[in-house]
């Protein structure tokens, strides 16, 4: 057989982080459980195999240093702002990590995420056309003004 019809099952992982671009665009729930599910496994392996290489760059840092200024300055701030949604930010950094971390390391991922990107980015494009031209989008439902 060819070798393009002999490929190895994908895992978990794989599937989720190709889905992101799609979640992205229908379900915020399922965007944030996916990447949830994504960069739990990204801590557990890199505890698990003490491969600390990702925690140790520039990005890291800079991201812990901007977090740590960003709640400072909530903590402190005069005025009554009742949000908290400040406190839960650390989390983009673990996303951002994990995602480079699987694109890095799973054979064939980068490529093939680069398509389906592509390929929702020629969807939309081709949606934002038809709802500028027609006044519908590609589902048939009326633009609201």
Request: hydrophobic share 55%; charged share 15%; proline share 1%.
């Amino acid at each position: 057989m060819n070798k393009f019809f002999i490929k190895k099952k994908p895992d978990l992982i794989y599937v989720l982080i190709l889905s992101l671009p799609i979640l992205a665009v229908i379900s915020i729930l399922l965007l944030e459980l996916s990447l949830l599910i994504v960069s739990t496994s990204f801590l557990i392996n890199s505890f698990k195999k003490k491969n600390f290489y990702y925690f140790n760059n520039f990005f890291f840092k800079f991201f812990i240093i901007f977090y740590a200024y960003i709640l400072i300055n909530f903590l402190v701030q005069t005025n009554n702002i009742n949000t908290l949604s400040i406190i839960f930010y650390f989390r983009y950094i673990f996303y951002v990590l994990a995602i480079y971390y699987y694109l890095d390391n799973k054979e064939g991922l980068f490529f093939d995420f680069l398509k389906v990107v592509s390929i929702i980015i020629i969807i939309l494009g081709i949606d934002v056309i038809i709802q500028s031209i027609f006044k519908y989008n590609i589902l048939g439902m009326k633009i609201i003004e």
